[in-house]
């Protein structure tokens, strides 16, 4: 009886050994194509690119949301915007009063205290678990089940710029004399792993690259000065932040090889809603970051798992930001873990070469976003967003407006740039799938604007249009 301990021991052991230890890489407003492996023909990604051709790229991955809080938030918890009631970056409404036809629901702008995160179930699972970068959700990520918190905060961009002093910036208020932002997380990144590289660990790298102030390295600048513009991409500043998150990947690949752990990691790459419009574009695509067209929310994501991931292999079905819960759940314990009461589904099956059943995919946003005033690619003038919902399910997305009750329908299989409007030509699919969407709705409570703005000016809004269209052709 004796030995009875010693074998607990080294049971306990052994379970603790093989759990693979994940690093979750995720980006801020990185577009669909805004990786060579997507691509770009101006932006360089080797190591990002070493990593997808090690594993399975998603070519029908979506964010949760348009935008940075909200996508976060689904993402985390694994429940759709409704649930979590963060629906946009803070509560306050956004764009010209004078524009907006409806009230719009304001939300909330942290996540609420006690509420399931996949950073709490691996915590709770034996897991040394670090957010290392931007955290948006809150005062403080360790409420959500984080041992170690660098720079995160309520702050959706990097507080003084990418470059030091950073004021009171947890874990960054000493740093080397213009040590570049993603440099200091990816060293961060490195000294939690090396730290913990006996024991489980869940690294949660979220880079505020490549979010605004657009600022890149004086090297890095000056090397893409030198480079031919692509027919894509052409922008200096952003290629230069790319090149910087790349260059970081490549230094905590080489360090897991040579802490002989990188067969034991899961590498999953992500980013939280669409290319900056300004600066990048995802076309074919249509839209941007805080549209909800298919180039605000879909953007580049893959798997790298040694021994479970086949390389060098594609996934063409639909996912989306909350089936990141139960994947993440799953991964950790080696089964599907039912006891998730989430949205989403562990995309695992998927990762192992088989299929998950067929389900519609749900988007919804009771508010507006403002427009960049941009002429090229600009779906709407005044705003990037107004109050919608939206489903896609299959090949069709139907996409509906608060204002007016109408709706766009598109076949995504033959027109991905969203193109063609076929609601009137296709009625019985539109009124199938938004039947779906109102289902959907009253399922999660989803809270709807009705009340009209009382400061709304139908005539100011019809001359800003106008004007704009004039000032652009």
């Known amino acids: 009886m004796r030995w009875a301990p010693l074998i ?14 994940i690093l979750f890489i995720y980006l801020d407003d990185f577009g669909w194509r805004d ?22 790229a998603f070519s029908n991955a979506y964010a949760a949301a348009a935008n940075c809080a909200p996508s976060r938030a689904s993402m985390i918890t694994g429940t759709y915007s409704p649930r979590h009631q963060i629906y946009n970056v803070g509560t306050k409404p956004r764009g010209k009063t004078k524009f907006r036809k409806l009230e719009h629901i304001s939300g909330k702008s942290s996540l609420s205290p006690g509420v ?6 691996a915590q709770e699972s034996g897991y040394k678990t670090a957010s290392i970068g931007k955290w948006h959700l809150g005062k403080d990520p360790k409420d959500h ?31 080397g004399e213009n040590e570049y932002l993603t440099d200091s997380l990816t060293n961060e990144t490195i000294k939690f792993i090396r730290k913990n590289s006996n024991k489980p660990w869940l690294t949660y790298l979220s880079h505020f690259a490549v979010h605004t102030p657009l600022q890149a390295k004086t090297k890095d600048i000056n ?6 513009a692509g027919s894509l991409h052409n922008h200096i500043i952003m290629a230069g932040m790319i090149k910087a998150v790349d260059d970081g990947v490549g230094k905590i690949i080489s360090t897991l090889n040579e802490l002989k752990i990188k067969e034991n990691t899961i590498i999953i790459f992500y980013s939280d809603n669409g290319g900056y419009g300004p600066a ?50 799953e991964m950790i314990i080696g089964q599907n873990y039912e006891n998730h009461k989430g949205d989403g589904v562990s995309i695992v099956p998927l990762l192992k070469g088989n299929k998950i059943k067929d389900r519609a995919l749900y988007w919804h946003f009771p508010a507006y976003l403002q427009s960049y005033q941009r002429a090229d690619e600009q779906p709407d003038p005044l705003f990037r967003a107004r109050p919608c919902s939206v489903i896609r399910k299959g090949r069709w997305k139907l996409i509906e407006y608060f204002e007016n009750n109408n709706v766009e329908l598109f076949d995504l299989n033959e027109d991905i740039g969203e193109k063609n409007n076929l609601s009137k030509r296709r009625p019985e699919i539109a009124k199938s799938l938004k039947t779906h ?36 052709n």
């Open 8 to 21: 607990l021991l080294l049971l306990i052991s052994a379970s603790e050994a093989i759990k693979p230890n």
């Open 35 to 56: 990786t060579s492996y997507s691509g770009s023909d101006f932006y360089e990604t080797p190591n990002i690119d070493k990593l997808a051709k090690g594993g399975m």
């Open 116 to 121: 399931k995160t996949w950073s709490k179930f």
């Open 145 to 175: 089940g984080f041992d170690i918190n660098i720079s995160g905060s309520q702050s959706g961009s990097p507080p003084k710029g990418y470059f030091p002093p950073h004021g009171k910036v947890p874990g960054l208020e000493q740093v």
């Open 223 to 228: 090397k893409f000065k030198n480079k031919a």
């Open 280 to 329: 990048t574009s995802m076309h074919p695509l249509k839209g941007y970051k805080g549209t909800y067209y298919e180039g605000g929310i879909r953007v580049p994501f893959f798997v790298n798992w040694p021994n479970v991931v086949a390389s060098d292999t594609h996934c063409s079905t639909p996912i989306t930001g909350v089936d990141i819960y139960p994947t993440i759940c």
């Open 437 to 472: 969407l109102d289902i959907w709705r009253k399922k999660t409570a989803a809270a709807v604007p009705m009340k009209k703005n009382p400061d709304y000016d139908a005539e100011a809004e019809r001359r800003a249009i106008i004007e704009f269209g004039r000032t652009n």
